[in-house]
């Protein structure tokens, strides 16, 4: 659920869980919580506003640019590709 999905990529980034779902808009949280939103629609079943609304009330086109976004990074910049793939990993163990 998105709840652990956010857990798991806030430790794997060393961040806190509410950074994630802040309104800060560091590079350095940004894109982890691009990829835990990612997650989120990718292993979950939820709907693009749901996932907003577990990620600080965010707009569900906030989650549509986050995961049209690591899509494409995942088939253009191998660290992404490879962060995306140890998350999905321990995600599922």
């Known amino acids: 659920n ?4 956010q857990k798991t990529v806030a430790s794997f980034f060393n961040l806190k869980v509410s950074d994630l ?8 949280i940004v894109f982890p919580r ?3 939103m990612h997650l989120s629609r990718e292993l979950t079943g939820d709907s693009f506003p749901e996932i907003g609304q577990k990620f600080g ?7 549509i640019h986050a ?3 690591i ?3 995942i088939k253009t910049d191998p660290y992404t590709k490879n ?9 599922k163990r």
Do not use: E, F, P, R
């Not at 998105?2 to 999905?5: Q, S």
């Not at 779902?21 to 350095?28: A, F, G, Q």
């Not at 009330?57 to 989650?63: E, F, I, Q």
């Open 2 to 5: 998105t709840d652990y999905i």
């Open 21 to 28: 779902k802040s309104k800060k808009k560091k590079k350095t």
């Open 34 to 36: 691009q990829i835990a």
């Open 57 to 63: 009330g965010k707009d569900h086109s906030t989650v």
């Open 67 to 69: 995961n049209n976004k």
């Open 71 to 73: 899509l494409s990074l």
């Open 83 to 91: 962060t995306v793939d140890a998350l999905v990993s321990s995600l």
